[in-house]
Every structure is written in structure tokens, then in C-alpha cells.
Nanobody, 127 residues
């Protein structure tokens, strides 16, 4: 039974920091590509950052995340993290983690349909 469980969300003031965690269990495949996505009320789900775990953890960020967010991965248990600094009100959203078998060139494109399994999300609110 595949489970991706996010945690670490909360309410913070603008300029604050949060670290999101994603614990992955029950996968039947090697999650070469893992990612963080978010969805604000009334908006479509969008990518935040992805990491290709099979090659020295290559990392990819959207422009909104670059320079403020850091994605990381722990190979031993396939856990994943998103360290978020200098948070802005526009970062308010439900954040989801997801796993994929994509090759690095696809992982870099952060395409939502390429991700196979998803967590239930953790809410981040920035005021």
C-alpha cells in the first residue's frame, strides 16, 4: 500500500520559514524523480521543485521557488523535504509531495501527469 505523508505545514508571517517533510512507504518502484507541488484555492496545481534522486540529487525549481526554497532527499528511506525561507503571502497553498519514475530530462520539466503517487497535502498559510 503506497503512502506519501506530508507534514510540517502551518501558519507563518511573511518572511518566515517552514520545512515540509514527506515520508514515503510502500512503493513498488524506485522513485527516481520526486517533487513538491502546491495548489492555492481557485487555482490549478503547480510545480514547486523536483529532485532527481538517481544522479547526485539534481534539483529543479520554478522561478517562484528559486533562491528561497531548497528541496532535499534522504535516500535511505526515500523521505523528502522542502525548506522554505522568506515566505510570501502568495506561497499560501496546500503543498503535496509526489513520486515518479521519470528520467532526469522529464523530471526537470516538473510535469504533473508524469507523477504516479501523491500525498494528501499539508497546508501552508502566509500572512
Amino acid at each position: 500500500h503506497v503512502q506519501l505523508v506530508e507534514s510540517g505545514g502551518g501558519s507563518v508571517q511573511a518572511g518566515g520559514s517552514l520545512t515540509l517533510s514527506c515520508v514515503v512507504t510502500g512503493l513498488t518502484y524506485r522513485p527516481y524523480c520526486m517533487g513538491w507541488f502546491r495548489q492555492a484555492p481557485g487555482k490549478e496545481r503547480e510545480a514547486v521543485a523536483t529532485i532527481y534522486t538517481a544522479a547526485d540529487d539534481e534539483k529543479y525549481y520554478t522561478n517562484s521557488a528559486k533562491g528561497r526554497f531548497t528541496i532535499s532527499h534522504h535516500l535511505a528511506d526515500n523521505s523528502m523535504y522542502l525548506h522554505m525561507n522568506n515566505l510570501k503571502p502568495e506561497d499560501t497553498a496546500m503543498y503535496y509531495c509526489a513520486t515518479s519514475t521519470s528520467a532526469p530530462n522529464i523530471c526537470a520539466t516538473m510535469q504533473i501527469p508524469t507523477f504516479l503517487d501523491w500525498g494528501q497535502g499539508t497546508q501552508v498559510t502566509v500572512s
